[in-house]
């Protein structure tokens, strides 16, 4: 009995938490590095109003910041107050629905802007910037996580913004994409550049072969790749009282490949066996080959056919894949190598190794005893092709986001620092902020921060150091 509870709070840690709050002396067991300065922050869905029908990946964006110093931790957590939030919050109930659409019960003068800024939370060029994949960034202000409003680099960039753009180590410079980019559910994808001081140097568009959700993207220290996978999105399908986004296989997979600073009329297009892809680890060269590492579906979950059949929960689990092109062969497919069998998401690297080879990688997995809990209860520690260097699993009912790496020092070695993740205690309808060491997470967590209230599942976060 006490599992099958366990179980369940594991699953419904997707509900939010009713209040904004300041914590500036927490708990700390075991003992903080010194030399970890700086704050984590995480971000997430977190609807302020409950939208009958609505998508979870909908909701209010909610900022978590856990802030490290001399050994000592506190927590800051805010709304981010988007027009779509703000709007919400003077009604005093929900006015939008599923992807940015208004309810019919809404007024007719309420915004069509539903941004909710909920997915990813990053800091280049001097700004933290709050992401989500349909509208512009959000800028916030650090430390007291005050909403500042939209980001467009002074009318620099338009339309939706990835929530994963890739900054790349050796320039500082960021590059990012938008899906959406010439209007709702069209195949039109925008990519572009902003450089290490936070000025746009580029920003262009082009045709994927179809409309679809295109989450991650993948950067090498040559190429750009744009994977078109067929979780599709209709505006036909919504008219007629469907789902924006749908999983429709027989459309097949393709994989756009251009030269980073190609043009977009040489993009390759290579096709893929179909599957779906939410985030890839890392991406890099070798000779005329492109590696890619990506955690790989066999069918998307979370949504379901045009139809409204639900995908097949047997194939809605992500695993290691190796995808490897050959640009000098005489093919347009791309090959697909399972690198491990577990189960897990929110793969990630040293920052330093983006778009270059890398001998270490992370990321939260489920446990291999527990297949039917469908949660993501341990992490994972893998070598440069995939090979488990260490695992370390979470008591029943207990699970974990996304680990951040964090390096001890500007100069440290690669994989040399600290894992950090937001651990909910099932149980006990709280969470720890877990600090590991990076390449013994085997060994459990060097220090724990307690937390008197759960963090619910977020989607990403990110270290940023004192400066």
């Not at 505006?235 to 030269?259: F, H, L, N, S, T």
């Amino acid at each position: 009995m006490l599992d099958q509870v366990a179980t369940k709070a594991a699953r419904t840690n997707t509900a939010p938490i009713p209040m904004e709050c300041d914590a500036p002396f927490l708990k700390v067991t075991g003992e903080l590095p010194r030399e970890l300065n700086g704050t984590l922050y995480r971000n997430g869905p977190n609807p302020q109003f409950e939208a009958p029908g609505a998508h979870w990946f909908v909701g209010d964006g909610m900022l978590h910041a856990f802030h490290l110093e001399n050994g000592r931790a506190s927590y800051r957590n805010r709304w981010v107050r988007t027009p779509k939030w703000q709007a919400e919050h003077d009604a005093g109930r929900a006015l939008f629905g599923g992807f940015g659409l208004r309810r019919p019960d809404a007024p007719a003068a309420t915004t069509m802007d539903g941004g909710v800024a909920n997915t990813n939370i990053i800091f280049h060029g001097g700004r933290l910037l709050a992401l989500e994949e349909g509208h512009l960034p959000t800028e916030i202000e650090p430390g007291t996580l005050k909403t500042r409003g939209y980001c467009d680099y002074g009318a620099g960039i338009s339309g939706p913004f990835t929530a994963h753009p890739k900054i790349d180590p050796v320039t500082g410079e960021m590059v990012f994409f938008g899906y959406n980019a010439a209007g709702p559910l069209t195949p039109a994808l925008s990519f572009g550049s902003v450089n290490a001081s936070g000025v746009v140097t580029r920003f262009e568009r082009f045709e994927a072969p179809y409309a679809s959700m295109v989450h991650d993207f993948i950067v090498t220290e040559n190429h750009l790749l744009f994977p078109v996978l067929p979780l599709t999105g209709s505006i036909e399908r919504v008219m007629r009282g469907g789902q924006p986004y749908a999983w429709e296989p027989d459309k097949g997979g393709y994989v756009g490949v251009m030269k980073r600073r190609g043009a977009p009329g040489d993009i390759v297009w290579f096709r893929a066996e179909t599957c779906y892809v939410f985030h890839v680890m890392n991406a890099w060269e070798e000779g005329d080959r492109i590696i890619a590492d990506v955690m790989q579906y066999g069918e998307p979950p979370l949504f379901s056919h045009p139809d409204g059949r639900p995908t097949d929960p047997s194939k809605t689990r992500a695993r290691l894949c190796r995808w490897t092109f050959d640009l000098a062969g005489n093919t347009d497919r791309f090959t697909q190598t399972w690198l491990d069998d577990i189960a897990g998401e929110f793969p990630r690297v040293c920052d330093d190794r983006v778009g270059s080879p890398n001998r270490h990688g992370w990321y939260s997995c489920a446990n291999p005893d527990q297949p039917a809990a469908g949660a993501l209860s341990g992490v994972m520690h893998v070598d440069g092709n995939g090979s488990r260097l260490g695992q370390y699993l979470l008591p029943p009912g207990d699970t974990l986001s996304e680990p951040a790496f964090v390096a001890r020092s500007d100069d440290a070695s690669e994989g040399d620092g600290w894992l950090l993740s937001v651990i909910c205690r099932g149980r006990e309808n709280r969470s720890d902020l877990a600090v590991f060491q990076a390449t013994d997470v085997a060994g459990g967590p060097i220090a724990l921060v307690e937390l008197g209230h759960r963090v619910p599942d977020g989607i990403h976060g990110n270290w940023v150091g004192a400066a």
